[in-house]
């Protein structure tokens, strides 16, 4: 951790020092634990004469990290900067705050922090010691030292809010959650003072919302939200190169991860990509600061676009024969791919019996290596194939034509999870268009400055001659008939029982990370689902679509702590479920704002 003024010290004798005993136990933790809250509010509204105030005016004071110490409050002034300076942290969380009184004038505290500098967030402990003097307390000691990566935040007690559990039961109203450990450790409900234990800090949410975090069973890493990560679609090299897009991906998943979070997706699928997205698993899974990422890796296919290749690395394997399927997959089951994503475009109906053996092929592989299959399929037939393979998620609908009663008790059968991916296509025909509606508007300032411009220049580029007014509105009308009947595929198929999960198909371009996910809900129930299973589908049977049922998905006992305070009733319109307040990622509880990208 970098070391700045507002932190790290420590004194190195108190002997000496100004001021007698008089004053109680409880006189003096109180006086020291309003020091310490003044301490705090300072360092957070970038006051620099309250925050000086703080300390000791002594050459005994030492501020320490692991780098070192300085000694006096002549260099604490000096490396603290004005308001508004970069030498403040930009955001300072403080938790758990505790004191212990160690003799007449003299009281030990300590808090767990969570500060954001330069974008990055690192979490630690702080320690302070406070002595009495002429003027009243001082802080004589303060050390700062960051914690181990994967160390979980402190306790937290959220109060008061109507709770939505994920799994479609009652809803609990003046709901108590303990989180302990990164944890849900209890769920209730109650108003009395010994609800929460004694020491626990609350947050009090009487009139809102809570939800699990919400689950994207279908996003892509390795695709930007823009044109330049889509060069098939509308090819753009000349002025944004494909390597050096794909580069900014790798290097910068962060662009994507807080604009997750700030929609309140706490965990995605990448459903396919290049093979440093199975990297994100391992870098988000413990932090606070990104969604869960599970990763597929390396996408099976029955075709490979030249201009989404890179000369030293690729997202697809091209599926020749099945000596290279069962290579692939056990290759990917060695490189640690959360699952095995089969892209099956069907372009040619004659080859349709061949790609359903290729993914025969390849599940009897990854089944055995116990690796489920993920299948990209929009037609009836080559979704049948993927049922009766043993496909464990369908991303995209049916959209060709009706499912009927064989393959609707197939998929019931097989427990296969269904993720209808509905507004996608309508992305692709805004870029042809070159049109950026009211609502890509609205999710522009949800996104990374460097997406929102690219997304935005779009405007600014000459349209295709292929795409005149009269080919645009055949391709709105063909768009208008395949919602309908993806609309209705979706409703049969959740009457009739099958999971339905929520994934966006995002980093296609116009298809945003993060945001895209409340247009997606918003179509879902607009195919006919009620807002709860709505919900449902985007968090307890997300969860279980992504192999992480018993531990993501639930506002239950023993699950990992990523929730969502709203400020409206999803119940009631799952539009609501935009009017985010806090989000809680790992028990790390953030005002929304916070986190944006």
């Known amino acids: 951790m970098r070391e700045i003024g507002w932190g790290l010290a420590v004194l190195l004798s108190l002997s000496g020092l100004p001021g007698e005993a008089q004053a109680g136990e409880a006189e003096e933790l109180a006086a020291a634990r309003e020091l310490f809250k003044r301490n705090i509010r300072a360092i957070q509204e970038r006051d620099r004469e309250a925050y000086l105030a703080c300390y000791l005016d002594s050459d005994r004071l030492v501020r320490t990290s692991f780098e070192g110490h300085q000694l006096g409050i002549a260099g604490l002034s000096s490396s603290t900067a004005p308001s508004g300076s970069d030498e403040w942290p930009e955001e300072l969380l403080a938790r758990d705050l505790r004191l212990s009184w160690v003799e007449d004038g003299v009281v030990y505290g300590t808090y767990r922090y969570l500060v954001v500098e330069d974008g990055e967030a690192t979490s630690g402990i702080s320690e302070r010691l406070f002595v009495r003097t002429e003027q009243g307390f001082r802080i004589a000691v303060t050390t700062a030292f960051a914690a181990p990566p994967g160390t979980p935040p402190p306790p937290i007690a959220l109060v008061g809010a109507t709770l939505y559990t994920g799994d479609g039961a009652e809803r609990i109203e003046n709901a108590v959650v303990l989180i ?38 279908h996003v892509h890493y390795s695709q930007t939200g823009s044109a330049d990560g889509r060069p098939d679609a509308l090819d753009l090299r000349d002025r944004y190169p494909y390597e050096q897009a794909m580069a900014d991906n790798r290097l910068h998943p962060e662009r994507f991860h807080r604009a997750f979070l700030y929609a309140g997706v706490t965990a995605v699928f990448d459903a396919g990509g290049y093979p440093w997205t199975r990297d994100l698993a391992a870098a988000t899974e413990h932090g606070t600061e990104a969604p869960h990422v599970v990763a597929a890796g390396p996408l099976l296919s029955t075709l490979v676009p030249p201009q989404l290749t890179l000369v030293d690395q690729s997202q697809f394997v091209l599926m020749e024969d099945e000596d290279v399927i069962r290579r692939a997959v056990r290759s990917h089951a060695a490189q640690g791919s959360a699952a095995i994503k089969l892209w099956m475009v069907l372009r040619e109906p004659d080859h349709l019996e061949e790609f359903i053996d290729q993914a025969r092929i390849a599940a009897d592989e990854a089944l055995g290596l116990e690796l489920p299959v993920v299948v990209h399929a929009t037609e009836l037939e080559m979704a049948r194939g993927a049922v009766l393979a043993g496909a464990k998620l369908l991303v995209h609908s049916v959209q060709d034509q009706p499912v009927d009663e064989d393959f609707i008790q197939a998929a019931a059968a097989s427990g296969v999870f269904y993720c209808p991916t509905l507004i996608v296509g309508g992305g692709y025909l805004d870029l042809y268009a070159r049109r950026i509606t009211p609502e890509l508007e609205r999710q522009l300032e949800q996104v990374d400055a460097t997406v929102r411009q690219r997304v935005l220049a779009t405007r600014e580029i000459e349209r295709d001659a292929r795409f005149t007014d009269a080919v645009l509105e055949r391709i709105a009308g063909r768009q208008e008939r395949q919602k309908q009947i993806m609309f209705d595929n979706l409703k049969r198929l959740h009457e009739a029982g099958v999971p339905v999960v929520m994934g966006t198909d995002a980093g296609n371009p116009m298809t945003l990370h993060g945001p895209s996910a409340h247009v997606e809900m918003e179509a879902m129930q607009e195919a006919g689902l009620t807002p709860l299973a709505v919900l449902t589908a985007a968090t307890r049977d997300a969860a279980r679509a992504l192999g992480r049922g018993s531990d ?19 119940a009631e319109d799952i539009a609501h479920v935009r009017s985010i307040l806090k989000v809680v990622r790992g028990g790390q509880v953030r005002d929304r704002q916070r986190l944006k990208p």
Request: proline share 9%; aromatic share 4%; net charge negative.
């Open 180 to 217: 302990r450990n990164g944890k849900i450790e209890s769920v209730g409900s109650g108003s009395a003072p010994d609800s929460v234990p004694e020491g626990i800090d609350t947050v009090d949410l009487r009139g809102r919302f809570l939800i699990p975090g919400l689950i994207d069973t």
């Open 552 to 570: 993501l998905g639930l506002l239950l006992p023993g699950y990992i702590a990523d929730l969502v305070v709203l400020e409206e009733d999803p």
